[in-house]
């Protein structure tokens, strides 16, 4: 499971809010203690562009994968926001490479800093479809048989679905949207 962390990995917004909730109390402390670590070290927590894993707690599952990605509220990250939203899917990869040992077949994940971060919609669906279907069809086989993208932000999905549609004979996959209604 993968939760869009901001760069404190304060869990208070959005998606990560819920899941933080969702958790229980271990999770804030691994958090905590990350950020507690980091800032002893004089670094950000998580970075935009970054990714740690934790314990998942109470979750129904093993593991989460905190990303952060740009947010488009901050004028610094918001020019940079392509660059830094593709650095921070290679950074969700690389945590899910150390997870392969545990051979992860579904990822269940919120589309990156278009919620709270307000990134684009346009831009944001067509440039998380072509990160996510690269990394799919890679020559190396990442492991994992579902990728399920889950977002209340309905502009986004409709995006995303206008956007399917106009390449639908270069890409792999279905539309299931309906499906999990």
């Known amino acids: 499971m993968v939760t869009t962390a901001n760069n404190r990995l304060a869990g208070r917004e959005g998606v990560d809010g819920l899941l933080h909730d969702a958790a229980g109390p271990g999770l804030r402390a691994a958090c905590d203690k990350i950020a507690s670590d980091r800032r002893g070290e004089n670094l950000q927590p998580c970075p935009a562009g970054t990714a740690v894993t934790t314990d998942a707690f109470d979750l129904p599952t093993e593991k989460l994968i905190h990303v952060t990605g740009p947010d488009c509220r901050r004028p610094n990250q918001d020019e940079g926001r392509r660059d830094l939203l593709r650095q921070s899917y290679e950074a969700m990869f690389e945590e899910l490479a150390k997870l392969k040992k545990k051979e992860v077949r579904t990822v269940v994940a ?72």
């Open 110 to 181: 919120s589309p990156l800093s278009m919620d709270v971060f307000a990134y684009p919609h346009r831009e944001g669906a067509r440039l998380t479809m072509e990160i996510l279907l690269t990394w799919l069809d890679a020559a190396e086989d990442a492991g994992v048989k579902e990728y399920l993208m889950v977002t209340q932000e309905q502009n986004f999905i409709t995006n995303l679905k206008t956007i399917y549609r106009e390449s639908e004979d270069q890409l792999p996959g279905f539309d299931c949207t309906r499906e999990y209604r």
